[in-house]
């Protein structure tokens, strides 16, 4: 938290640097300031251990701060391509001619067409990010790059030739070509098999990063130099003596390009091949049903559709170029050759998607913003930002700050959101900001740690009102550790024999109630996020073979490791945030936002910003509590909660109303059901005969 709360003054620095003619230079400085945090914020997570709390927490703030950079590389890349393609729009392009070849096509339909520009944009932001993800993968993986392919049938069969083979009686393909395993419908050795899979998994993760040289040189390392080769024929033909010339220029691309996509085509229908292997070639020829099963992430998705986009709207453009007729093409569907793509069908495409990560990171805030750039739809990306502000969750101090920057971006190029949406805006970051930042002044001279101390509290009992708890966080961290006892410090110096001032030690008693209650969310957002990741157990095909037997069996111990390391870890998690809950809902000496000095001179604000803080935040932290005890089975503790609100010492009944109240005795009554459905009494005592 404290390496990423310089962004904010990093990112007024840098918009204050730059004036409006160096707009680009000014988001290709957010973007790197950015980096260099997410480079820290990895740094501490591999250092973390796994029973380091800091470590989901930096892990998830690593997340936010990627999402935001990758953001504004998208809005870099969409916007500087839009200005320097400016002057296309009061061009006229001629439609491509029938002797132009395919990749004069192709350039004139980009240079004619934003549609096709702007998605080819799109998909190499989105390689770019999985670049990124990869870092030194090709490095890593070819430990088993080998001269020669399938080494281990070829061992096997060479073994076969030369012995007695009368004892074989596992059937292996009788020759080495590559098409061998699917025309003789027998398998390779085992190990070969696994090294095949594990390949071609390599292979589509390259492709996926925009890095098909990679992926060739890789195969070549591996002996499969022939699948190098299909890995080429996506190229666009192109002969540039045509037009005359001097010196015979070499060929460009692949003459029987069209052969050779019908073919990656029924590679990928075909169930015989591995599944990445089919999403290799699907990937080749625009075949989007055969990528998207192998697509496990919303940027995998999008980027599977973009591919296609851009491929089927170059494919219709060469087709309609070239004269040919639909019975040279009748073996790629119809569906592909007349696909109407835009780029809103692709968004609608994706709200109706079968898989559910894809379903809920579609919800996900930085993704709602990358989604509106894309279509360059300011007004229901202005929607949203009015949504989140009036009606949603509090939103992240560093969302709220990727926000206004976006807008002072827009307004620069004179693309204002919706004015009333860029003042709300606005106005939520400096409010928030601007009291931020006031406490910086107050400790930086330990003569006013007093009263520095009074008004981080003020602050962040209004934060706290309006569930801003990050902004809180940030206000208490500016705190030095040090106040209280610098407080005391210099009031013994002056020789007085006499208590500290009543205001004094309230502020003081009210800075620790708010560290509490800071601790107490902050574990149980720790227990929850560990409570819904448990470790995925692993299943057995059905009809699984002896090998996948044993993979299951390995992988099952390894599950049942990590299943009692995560058991053992929500347990400590459990305590940790029952305990500190605890300190809130008892807090000494007359309960939590209670004042022990009454003869401090009367604030009535205070006095009811206080009180309304009992109201909205002790309910809040008991039911926090019902469901760390519900949902770890821990019912006859949620049933002693009646007492402990019930009681006269506490009074904790007071802060409840009459629906928190009746809310309250349905969730213990859930708990006395269960505690019944397993042969116990109400109270979860054993039943005495």
Known sequence: MITSASLFPDFLQAYLRHSSSAIFDLLEEYEAICQDKVL?????????????????????????????????????SLYRSGFDHAFLESQVFPVSTFHASEKDVMEQLFQREAVVRQSQLVVDWLESIAKDEIGDFSDNIEYYAKSVYWENTLHALKTRRNTDNSGFNIPLVTELDPDAPIRQRRPLADLDREDDARLLKYLFTLLRAGMTDEAQRLCKRCGQAWRAATLEGWKLYHDPNISGGQCLLPVEGNPQRCVWKVCCWRMAEDEQFNRYERAIYAVLSGNLKRVLPVCESWEDSVWAYFRVLVDSLVEQEVIRSSGMDSEELEEL???????????????????ATESKRVLEENKEQYHIIQKFVILGDLDGLAQEFSKWLVTGPTLPSHLLRFMTHLVLFYNSLGLQLKEEVSVEVLKAYIEDQRKIDVIDWLVFDPAQRAEALKQSNA????????????????????????????????????????????????????????????????????????????PQKPSLPAQAKFTETVAFEMKEKEYQMEHDNWSGRLDALTEDVKERIYNVL????????????????????????????????????????????????????????ADIIASDQHRLYEVFSKDELRKFLQKIRESSLLLLDKGLDPLGYEIQP
């Open 40 to 76: 820290i914020e990895s740094r501490m997570v591999s250092r973390a251990t796994p029973g380091q709390q800091k470590s989901s927490k930096t892990a998830g703030m690593r997340w936010l701060l990627q999402q935001e950079m990758v953001t504004w590389r998208l809005i870099t």
């Open 333 to 351: 569907p119809k569906e592909y050759l007349e696909a109407n793509w835009t780029l809103e069908k692709v968004f609608e495409e994706l709200q």
């Open 459 to 534: 602050i962040m009992r209004k934060f706290l009102a309006c569930k801003k708890h990050d902004a809180a966080k940030e206000v208490f961290a500016k705190v030095p550790d040090d106040s209280m006892r610098e407080i005391y410090r210099q009031w013994e110096e002056q020789g007085l024999d006499m208590p500290l001032p009543a205001e004094d030690e309230n502020a003081i008693r009210e800075h620790l109630c708010i560290r509490a209650y800071l601790e107490a969310h902050e574990a149980f957002n720790e227990w929850f996020k560990h409570m819904n990741t448990p």
């Open 586 to 641: 008892l807090f000494v000496d007359g309960g939590w936002m209670v004042d022990v000095r009454e003869d401090a001179e009367e604030d009535p604000e205070r006095g009811h910003q206080m009180a309304m803080l009992r109201r909205l935040c002790l309910p809040m932290m008991t039911f926090l509590l019902l469901t760390v005890l519900q949902r770890t089975q821990r019912h006859q503790e949620s049933l002693r909660m």
